[in-house]
């Protein structure tokens, strides 16, 4: 690795920068790079349980805004798609299911932008769709912050002790 990336990754890697790092990470890790931020809001929390609230509130702000661009993304891939291909054929019967879907639940279903896998595509499509942005960034959030608060605490259920290292 370069140099300079070994010095932000070493700088975000010290304590006083744990916070930043999880909202880095859990901004990251929200828009369509496959990448998860569980493990760094978890070890932040497991080193200093007192960061328990913080570190939920600052990743699932993160997480909400790397969401938000999501949805950009989408809106935009849209626009340019039909600038592109006003023409374009329709969409096989899988996608007009999934799409009717959407539209059917609005914003709401951006509760499930939590979920593995589908929840960052989610965002993205319901840009797509041009669902409105504020009532999307709203369930979005409620969505990802019972994530991390029921995942996190889940985790030091599990783990409650010091980890042998």
Known sequence: MDGWTLALLSALALPRYGLTTVFVVAFISATLLPMGSEPAVFGL??????????????ATLGNTLGGMVSWWMG???????????????????????????????????????????????????????????LPCTFYMAIGKFLRYTLMTAALLWVFPQELPL
């Open 45 to 58: 929390v497991k080193l200093n349980e007192s960061l328990f609230w913080p570190a939920v509130l600052v």
């Open 75 to 133: 809106a935009g891939a849209h626009g340019a798609f039909k600038r592109l291909r006003p023409d374009a054929p329709g969409t096989s019967r899988a996608e007009h299911r999934a799409l009717q879907w959407l539209r059917r639940f609005g914003p709401k279903a951006c509760l499930l932008s939590w979920l593995p896998v589908v929840g960052d595509p989610l965002c993205a499509v319901a840009g797509w769709l041009r669902l409105p942005l």
